[in-house]
C-alpha cells in the first residue's frame, strides 16, 4: 500500500474525529511502511484486536466500532466476529469470498513481496499454512455473527475490483442489523468519495 494511500486514510480518520466527534485511530497493520512484520492474515486480525485493546485500556474508549477499506473490511468483519464487545462493523468495498483471491498462492506471495508487504526473505516459514488462512477466512460465513450489531456495507456499483454482488451477499448475511449503500458509478477506492465518506460519517453520528 503507498504512502499516498495511508496519508489518506489518516486524512479520513480525521474527518471522522471532528465532523463525527468519534476517538479516531488509522490502524497500520504488519507489513505496511513503518510497521514491523509481514502481511499474514492472522497477523493483520491480531493487530486489529491489538488496536481495539489499545483503545479501551489506553483511552477509555467505551464502545470501539470498525471500519475497513477492501480486503481490511472482510478483516474487520473477523476482528469483530471473534470479538463480541465490538460495537459494528462499516466496510467499504469489501470482498464477501476470498477463495479466488487467495487462490494462486505463488502470485499472492510474489506480489506481496513486490510491493513491500513481506519483507521478511524466509517468510512465510510455511506457504501453505499462510495461503489457508487466506481462504478460511470467509467474511459471509463471519458476517452472520455480526447479528444484531449494525453494519454498514458501502460499495460502488462501478467496482471493478470487487463485484456490488459481493456487498448485497455481505449485507444479507450481516442480518437485520445490516445497511447496504451502493453508490452509483463509484469504483473500488472509495476513501476519496465524498458521497461515501458522507453516508460513513452518518452511520457513525447514528450510533
Known amino acids: 500500500m503507498a504512502r499516498a494511500t495511508l496519508q489518506s486514510l489518516g486524512v479520513l480518520a480525521d474527518r471522522i474525529a471532528v465532523d463525527a ?11 505496511l511502511p513503518d510497521a514491523p512484520g509481514d502481511f499474514s492474515a492472522s497477523g493483520w486480525v491480531e493487530d486489529i484486536a491489538a488496536a481495539v485493546t489499545s483503545l479501551r485500556t489506553e483511552e477509555g474508549a467505551p464502545q470501539v466500532f470498525l471500519a475497513g477499506l477492501g480486503l ?8 469483530a466476529a471473534a470479538d463480541p464487545a465490538i460495537g459494528g462493523v462499516a466496510t467499504l468495498g469489501a470482498p464477501a469470498d476470498l477463495m479466488a483471491w487467495a487462490g494462486d498462492v505463488r502470485s499472492l506471495l510474489a ?28 467474511p459471509l460465513d463471519l458476517a452472520r455473527q455480526l447479528d444484531p450489531r449494525p453494519v454498514m456495507v458501502i460499495h ?7 463485484p456490488d454482488l459481493d456487498a ?6 450481516s442480518g437485520d ?5 451502493l453508490i452509483a458509478g463509484a469504483g473500488h477506492h472509495l476513501r476519496n ?7 460513513l460519517l452518518g452511520w457513525l453520528s447514528r450510533q
Do not use: K, M, T, Y
Not at 168 to 173: C, E, N, Q, T, Y
Not at 193 to 199: F, H
Open 193 to 199: 468519495d465524498p458521497r461515501a465518506v458522507a453516508i
Open 168 to 173: 448485497r451477499a455481505l449485507a444479507d448475511s
Open 111 to 138: 506480489h506481496a513481496r513486490s510491493v513491500g508487504l513481506i519483507r521478511s526473505p524466509n517468510f512465510p516459514p510455511d506457504v501453505d499454512q499462510w495461503n489457508r488462512e487466506w481462504r478460511d477466512l470467509r
Open 177 to 181: 442489523g445490516a445497511d447496504l449503500r
Open 72 to 79: 481490511g473490511g472482510a478483516l474487520c468483519v473477523a476482528a
Open 156 to 162: 460502488g456499483n462501478d467496482d471493478d475490483v470487487v
Open 21 to 31: 466527534q468519534w476517538l479516531a485511530l488509522a490502524l497500520q497493520p504488519r507489513g
